[in-house]
Every structure is written in C-alpha cells, then in structure tokens.
C-alpha cells in the first residue's frame, strides 16, 4: 500500500537551513508528480510546491529562491532543501501523492496520499 514517511524535521534559527526528507513506497513513484505541503498552526495546509517526472520544479512565491524539490528515483526518495529560513516557515511538513500522476497544484484535495508530517520549528 502507498506509504510516505517524512524526516529531518527539526528546530532551527532564523536564517538557517534544513533539509526534508520523504521515502515513499507502494506505488510506481517516478511516474508521479510530487508535492510538498506545510500546515502552521490555526492555519490551512498550504502548497509549498512540487516536482514532476522530470525534475521540473514549482514552488509557492513565498518560497522561491529559499526551497528546492528534489528526488532520487533510484532511492524513492523526495527532499525538501530548505535555506534562509525565516519564523514564518514554521509549521508541519507534508510531502504528497496526487491522485492524478501528472497533478502539480496547490489543491490538497487533489492528493490521496499523504505522510505523517515533519515539525520544522524557525526561530
């Protein structure tokens, strides 16, 4: 069955870095588009941005130039780099399967299959 388990979550102060991670498992993932999601508190998830089958990327405004997607197709592995972090980039982090394989929105109805999260605290 589809699987997706996040890491590398953790706390950190402003300005600085962190890398994600997201092993997937249970369905042929190098044909799918991938999705990243965060949730703060009392907010709504939101897309950070995903990337398709050839590593082609899109991110949320609020990100760019700070996030980079990534994936090892050998390893089934997705990573979220994350650099000049800021308090606002606080928040629980998701990485996603959409229900359509070639799905790259903002919409996180459009997703089937999500991991338990990773905490990312900026401070």
């Known amino acids: 069955h589809v699987q997706l388990v996040e890491s590398g979550g953790g706390s950190v102060q402003v300005g600085g870095s962190l890398t994600l991670s997201c092993k997937v498992s249970?369905?042929?993932?190098?044909?799918?588009?991938m999705g990243w999601f965060r949730q703060a508190p009392g907010k709504e998830r939101e897309g950070v941005g995903c990337?398709?089958?050839?590593?082609?990327?899109r991110y949320t405004d609020s990100v760019k130039d700070r996030f980079t997607i990534s994936k090892d197709n050998a390893k089934n592995i997705l990573y979220l780099q994350m650099s000049s972090l800021k308090s606002e980039d606080t928040a629980m982090y998701y990485c996603?399967?959409?229900?359509?394989?070639?799905?790259?929105?903002?919409?996180?109805?459009?997703?089937?299959?999500w991991g338990q999260g990773t905490q990312v605290t900026v401070s």
């Open positions: 990337i398709d089958t050839g590593g082609n990327t």
């Open positions: 996603a399967k959409p229900r359509s394989s070639n799905y790259c929105g903002r919409s996180s109805q459009a997703y089937d299959g």
């Open positions: 249970g369905w042929t993932y190098r044909r799918y588009w």
